[in-house]
């Protein structure tokens, strides 16, 4: 019998969980009124992403090719430039609207359903959901996947929203009208963090994500941006159109105990809290867990497959972000920015350690071993002696 299966939100985690679950024979509606869009993200897409959705044939005709990431500590001033210009080190940057467009057009092509209405009730019914959407339209589900973000409605409705402090809030300007092949990113100690800019093939997503409830309000961490850019001569010729978005941002308690599945429903995504804390890449993992919920779904009876999903996102995506996690209060202290801007511009193999961290061929784990080889001792231990391979 075939699984009648709801999914909400058509960004990378709803679109490719609604891939692979048509692809495997499931009756899916994928829900969302929006999508696809652009988004306030820096739009870097890395290799390993890009390997993920291969099978699906995307293509991206808007990709830009990143030559370099240049590193600026704000304290001192002093920057270092590495270079991403090499094999197997891709960090490809798209149009978040033409990438997502991409993937919902393969789950469609997949045979999922398209419903491009806000759900506005998810009610549970005896065995199956109750589904209504804000024009009027009813569907009973057998299953519900939450990909709507970080904000998610989903949940919201079936389990609880993230706490303010599981939540960060990025801001900054579209720069339109200018672009580069150099990312910038300069590190910040108030707050805690760095400023981006990030080049699309027309125009610039510059940015800042600091916590919710850190004592800066949008308007103001806009306006650090603001300056920033106008120091950098990123305003020149551009029209500046402001955005402001949630980040899940969780703790190493949080990614342990937040639940990410229950009785009849799944979060993948953003909505399941699977973000990078450092960098707030969220992409790969996205992907990553779409496959995963598309897979428990297809496999197992209403029980089994919360219990199975979740415990994969435990043993194969948990420990990375808890590995970043740990590291992150150390990576955004001025002392470390100084450590590691020096390392950067003293040691080619340093940069290339960088190169693979951007480009997520280097995971967290096996990070402190690999510096260490570089013989750049201080960094690894200073750095990331609490965090356990």
């Known amino acids: 019998m075939k699984k009648d299966v709801a999914v909400v939100g058509a960004g990378p985690a709803g679109a490719w969980t609604a891939f692979h679950l048509a692809r495997g024979g499931a009756r899916v509606v994928l829900f969302d009124p929006s999508h696809p869009r652009e988004k306030p993200c820096g739009g870097g897409i890395t290799g390993r992403a890009l390997t993920l959705v291969a099978e699906a044939q995307v293509v991206l005709p808007a990709l830009v090719s990143v030559r370099s990431a240049r590193f600026i500590d704000s304290s001192t001033g002093t920057d270092c430039a590495v270079s991403l210009n090499r094999p197997g080190r891709t960090l490809a940057i798209a149009s978040r609207q033409d990438f997502d467009s991409q993937l919902v057009a393969a789950a469609c092509r997949a045979g999922a359903t398209l419903v491009a209405d806000r759900v506005r009730s998810v009610v549970r019914d005896g065995h199956a959901w109750r589904i209504e959407t804000a024009n009027g339209g009813r569907h009973t589900m057998e299953f519900v996947v939450g990909a709507d973000g970080a904000n998610s409605f989903v949940r919201r409705q079936v389990a609880a929203p993230f706490r303010p402090d599981q939540l960060s809030i990025a801001t900054g300007f579209f720069a339109l009208g200018r672009t580069a092949e150099e990312i910038l990113i300069e590190f910040t100690s108030d707050p805690p963090g760095y400023i981006w800019s990030f080049p699309r093939r027309d125009h610039l997503a510059v940015g800042i994500c600091a916590p919710v409830g850190a004592g800066a309000t949008s308007s103001m961490l806009r306006a ?74 297809l496999s197992g009876n209403n029980g089994d497959r919360s219990r199975r999903y979740e415990q994969r996102v435990k043993d194969e995506i948990v420990p990375e972000l808890t590995r970043a996690a740990r590291l992150k209060d150390a990576f955004f202290r001025p002392r470390f920015i100084r450590l590691m801007l020096n390392a950067l511009a003293s040691s080619e193999r340093v940069r290339l350690v960088m190169a693979d961290l951007l480009a997520g061929a280097q995971p967290y784990r096996g990070l402190k071993w690999r510096l260490a080889r570089t013989l750049e001792i201080g960094l690894a231990v200073r750095a990331l002696g609490s965090v356990r391979d």
């Open 224 to 297: 650090q941006v603001g300056r920033w850019m106008t120091s950098r001569g990123l305003t020149e010729n551009t029209r500046l159109e402001p955005y402001s978005w949630p980040i899940p941002s969780l703790s190493v308690g949080d990614l342990n105990t937040t639940p990410v599945a229950g009785r009849g429903y799944l979060f993948t995504g953003d909505a399941a809290g699977l973000v990078d804390p450092i960098t707030r890449e969220g992409i790969f993992f996205a992907l990553q867990s779409a496959s995963f919920a598309a897979n428990a779904i």
